[in-house]
């Protein structure tokens, strides 16, 4: 008797936890939404995702048997947003359904189309992909790149999702991409899981970053291929969100990522505070800048480590920033200048200051080829303290016919370009280097810009051993 009535009891349980799964499944077709790529669904999803915050949480099933066309929505705490397989969530081409401003009262650098704030337990999964429409915001397309429509005040281009002050987030498997700004900001999150993602961005579009990680902590990038025109993980802290802190506890490991401008850039927009941040175990190829520290505001930069690194770089136009350095580590102040958000970049009040320093980076097995080497510089020689650069092995050859032997400087106060020679290590203005157990080599087409191994000036207590 008692075996059957634990039984029964146990088969009640199940029953229910079977009724309560499916219970917490919110198909977007069931509030209105159509995959026919024309009917605009935002109104549709939002129900759902509405419905399912209410309920307590479950998943918003965007199912896989068309084309689900959306303008801009809200996500919310304890979500799944799920796309089956073979699902597509493609946004609006209509510029003006476009109205929030992702970066608050600065409305020059996009609009907001997938959004949440202040949410926690959201996760974004399935086999499925969400699809930025990037090209339907670009002006004509150019040799390298798509010419970008005149911006006055407003650009309505839209970031493809951005999630404010979250807590709890997890993005795993999904294909997201061609985005027309920003892929994937993560404004002052707290505990991200970001893995297993596929982020194909259109190689010509400018502004495309894959993950911006600004003002966030404890966030684990993992397993993840990235493929933009702008940078590919990007880590800052934007002035116009200063209040949400530092940007700190930051793991990337085993993507694999191309880029026209920076595969992996720290900085250029940091008003605060980078630090305790790993890249272990990348590929980065066919780029136009490696490895990038970008130092241009008041904000410091510190204790970094970058190991078991593959960087393939070549040359790029300038409509691109960057020289194919491999590793670039800066600090310059930022140029003051009339451009859309000029008033955005500089501490309020303020027209000068100095930049913030970069200390204590180490660079271990990193393997680079590329048609330049090693960029280290800054406005004074205490603002970069402490690199170590221990098995960086460089081969330098020259695989465009873009113009080469130059050093790019940008946004800075002063000379933009450094130009004359190519060496293995450009090192100017720092504090306390160590090269060790490192090599230079170069091509078999071997330009006349192509100088020497090492050039150095304005370097207190450079150290090498080992270096070939």
Same mark, same amino acid.
């Given at each position: 008797?008692?075996?059957?009535?634990?039984?029964?009891?146990?088969?009640?349980?199940?029953?229910?936890? &079977?009724?309560?799964?499916?219970?917490?499944?919110?198909?977007?077709?069931?509030?209105?939404?159509?995959?026919?790529?024309?009917?605009?669904?935002?109104?549709?999803?939002?129900?759902? @995702?509405?419905?399912?915050?209410?309920?307590?949480?479950?998943?918003?099933?965007? +199912?896989?048997?068309?084309?689900?066309?959306?303008?801009?929505?809200?996500?919310?705490?304890?979500?799944?947003?799920?796309?089956?397989?073979?699902?597509?969530?493609?946004?609006?081409?209509?510029?003006?359904?476009?109205?929030?401003?992702?970066?608050?009262?600065?409305?020059? #650098?996009?609009?907001?189309?997938?959004?949440?704030?202040?949410?926690?337990?959201?996760?974004? =999964?399935?086999?499925?992909?969400?699809?930025?429409?990037?090209?339907?915001?670009?002006?004509?397309?150019?040799?390298? =790149?798509?010419?970008?429509?005149?911006?006055?005040?407003?650009? +309505?281009?839209?970031?493809?999702?951005?999630?404010?002050?979250?807590?709890?987030?997890?993005?795993?498997?999904?294909?997201?991409?061609?985005?027309?700004?920003?892929?994937?900001?993560?404004?002052? &999150?707290?505990?991200? *899981?970001?893995?297993?993602?596929? /982020?194909?961005?259109?190689?010509?579009?400018?502004?495309?970053?894959?993950?911006?990680?600004?003002?966030?902590?404890?966030?684990?990038?993992?397993?993840?291929?990235?493929?933009?025109?702008?940078?590919?993980?990007?880590?800052?802290?934007?002035?116009?969100?200063?209040?949400?802190? +530092?940007?700190?506890?930051?793991?990337?490991?085993?993507?694999?990522?191309?880029?026209? =401008?920076?595969?992996?850039?720290?900085?250029?927009?940091?008003?605060?505070?980078?630090?305790?941040?790993?890249?272990?175990?990348?590929?980065?190829?066919?780029?136009?800048?490696? /490895?990038?520290? %970008?130092?241009?505001?008041?904000?410091?930069?510190?204790?970094?480590?970058?190991?078991? /690194?593959?960087?393939?770089?070549?040359?790029?136009?300038?409509?691109?920033?960057?020289?194919? #350095?491999?590793?670039?580590?800066?600090?310059?102040?930022?140029?003051?200048?009339?451009?859309?958000?000029?008033?955005?970049?500089? +501490?309020?009040?303020?027209?000068?200051?100095?930049?913030?320093?970069?200390?204590? @980076?180490?660079?271990?097995?990193?393997?680079?080829?590329?048609?330049?080497?090693?960029?280290?510089?800054?406005?004074?020689?205490?603002?970069? %303290?402490?690199?170590?650069?221990?098995?960086?092995?460089?081969?330098?050859?020259?695989?465009?016919?873009? #113009?080469?032997? @130059?050093?790019?400087?940008?946004?800075?106060?002063?000379?933009?370009?450094?130009?004359?020679?190519?060496?293995?290590?450009?090192?100017?203005?720092? =504090?306390?280097?160590?090269?060790?157990?490192?090599?230079?080599?170069?091509?078999?087409?071997?330009?006349?810009?192509?100088?020497?191994?090492?050039?150095?000036?304005? *370097?207190?207590?450079?150290?090498?051993?080992?270096?070939?």
């Amino acid at each position: 008797m008692r075996i059957k009535l634990l039984l029964a009891i146990l088969g009640l349980g199940l029953l229910t936890a &079977c009724h309560n799964n499916k219970r917490t499944d919110f198909d977007i077709r069931d509030y209105g939404a159509k995959g026919d790529s024309i009917t605009d669904n935002a109104e549709a999803i939002q129900e759902a @995702i509405d419905a399912c915050n209410n309920a307590g949480g479950g998943r918003v099933i965007v +199912p896989g048997d068309g084309v689900y066309m959306a303008g801009p929505f809200t996500v919310a705490s304890y979500v799944d947003l799920h796309l089956e397989a073979n699902a597509k969530l493609l946004a609006n081409p209509d510029e003006k359904v476009y109205k929030t401003s992702a970066f608050r009262d600065n409305k020059g #650098e996009g609009m907001l189309w997938i959004s949440g704030k202040n949410i926690e337990q959201f996760s974004i =999964s399935g086999k499925g992909k969400i699809d930025g429409n990037g090209v339907a915001f670009m002006g004509k397309e150019l040799e390298d =790149s798509y010419e970008l429509k005149p911006v006055h005040v407003l650009d +309505p281009r839209p970031h493809l999702l951005t999630l404010i002050n979250g807590k709890d987030i997890r993005i795993k498997d999904v294909v997201i991409g061609n985005s027309a700004y920003w892929t994937v900001h993560l404004l002052g &999150c707290n505990d991200v *899981v970001v893995d297993g993602v596929s /982020i194909l961005n259109n190689l010509k579009i400018r502004n495309g970053d894959g993950i911006d990680v600004d003002h966030s902590k404890n966030v684990r990038i993992s397993n993840c291929f990235i493929e933009s025109g702008d940078d590919c993980i990007c880590l800052k802290n934007r002035r116009e969100y200063e209040e949400l802190g +530092p940007c700190e506890n930051i793991l990337v490991t085993n993507c694999t990522m191309t880029s026209r =401008s920076c595969a992996i850039k720290i900085g250029s927009e940091n008003m605060d505070r980078i630090s305790h941040v790993v890249v272990n175990n990348c590929i980065i190829r066919n780029s136009n800048r490696g /490895i990038g520290i %970008q130092n241009r505001d008041e904000g410091t930069v510190e204790n970094v480590i970058f190991s078991n /690194i593959l960087v393939d770089c070549k040359l790029f136009s300038n409509v691109w920033w960057g020289k194919s #350095e491999a590793i670039y580590v800066t600090a310059y102040t930022r140029k003051a200048g009339d451009h859309k958000d000029a008033g955005w970049r500089f +501490p309020k009040g303020m027209a000068d200051y100095e930049v913030g320093a970069v200390t204590n @980076i180490s660079f271990n097995n990193i393997k680079c080829e590329s048609e330049n080497g090693v960029f280290v510089g800054a406005d004074k020689k205490d603002k970069i %303290q402490n690199l170590y650069f221990d098995q960086v092995d460089l081969m330098i050859c020259k695989r465009t016919n873009f #113009e080469g032997g @130059i050093y790019d400087k940008r946004p800075c106060n002063g000379t933009e370009f450094v130009k004359g020679k190519t060496y293995g290590f450009y090192l100017d203005n720092a =504090s306390n280097v160590t090269i060790r157990n490192s090599s230079v080599r170069w091509g078999d087409t071997r330009p006349a810009y192509f100088a020497d191994t090492m050039f150095s000036q304005n *370097v207190d207590g450079l150290v090498t051993f080992n270096f070939k």
